[in-house]
């Protein structure tokens, strides 16, 4: 009787664990859903997380600080930095970065920087964690004092690997998140975005293969707002 009662709980406990990893196995995979891709494209363009924000306010920087070095027109000049999340922030990141810029001029007037970028690292969101290569190339133009606000344009690519956690689900992929911006307007004096709009394409792949692809544009409305539109949906953003 002993035995007989020993093997039932054997099996019990058997059946119980071969639940258990099903339930693991079925949590980490699942599709990328529309608000799942919203969460990855919000992450790519909040300052944050090092996202396109924070870059635009680094093309900002970049035209001051070489203002100050006398920068000369059609001279290509390199820069090797590390952007770190400041300490105690809710999102974690660091990455290092690889730019290259050069003024051009017109009749030895400033008129504009090209910028390209490259950069590898990390972020960690209480909900995404992303080891990912940045690259792209941007404009800023508009420099001279009496011209308004800068205008900046860029054609960024964030790629890499992911994991989602939400709602104990645990989803990895991969992705590769394209984001074209056209007139973003910057304060010369705050350095924050006025407006302007992008459009992006993000596409990947979970673990088990199955493959996801979504499209849609974000629109900067001033004031750290912004939002993502997917489909019919539009979604808030706080830069």
Do not use: W
Not at 4 to 33: H, K, W, Y
Request: net charge negative; hydrophobic share 35%; aromatic share 8%.
């Amino acid at each position: 009787m002993k035995k007989l009662i020993f093997n039932l709980i054997v099996i019990s406990i058997l059946t119980a664990s071969a639940i258990s990893c099903q339930r693991d196995e079925i949590n980490s995979f699942g599709e990328i859903s529309e608000a799942d891709a919203v969460e990855i494209i919000e992450q790519a363009i909040v300052s944050d997380s090092y996202g396109m924000d924070i870059q635009a306010e680094d093309a900002v920087n970049t035209e001051s600080s070489m203002k100050s070095k006398n920068n000369i027109c059609g001279v290509l000049n390199e820069v090797s930095t590390t952007r770190n999340s400041i300490s105690g922030a809710i999102i974690y990141f660091t990455h290092s970065i690889d730019y290259s810029f050069e003024l051009i001029c017109e009749g030895n007037m400033p008129q504009a920087y090209d910028i390209d970028f490259r950069g590898n690292g990390q972020y960690i969101s209480p909900r995404l964690e992303s080891e990912d290569i940045i690259t792209y190339g941007a404009n800023l133009s508009n420099l001279l004092p009496a011209d308004g606000p800068y205008i900046y344009n860029s054609s960024f690519t964030r790629e890499g690997d992911q994991i989602l956690k939400i709602n104990g689900n645990r989803k990895e992929f991969n992705s590769t998140l394209s984001i074209a911006s056209s007139q973003i307007l910057i304060d010369k004096t705050t350095r924050i975005i006025l407006g302007g709009s992008a459009i992006f394409s993000l596409t990947g792949n979970l673990t088990n293969g199955d493959a996801f692809s979504y499209n849609g544009s974000i629109i900067f409305l001033g004031n750290g707002r912004a939002t993502i539109e997917i489909g019919n949906t539009i979604y808030n953003v706080s830069l």
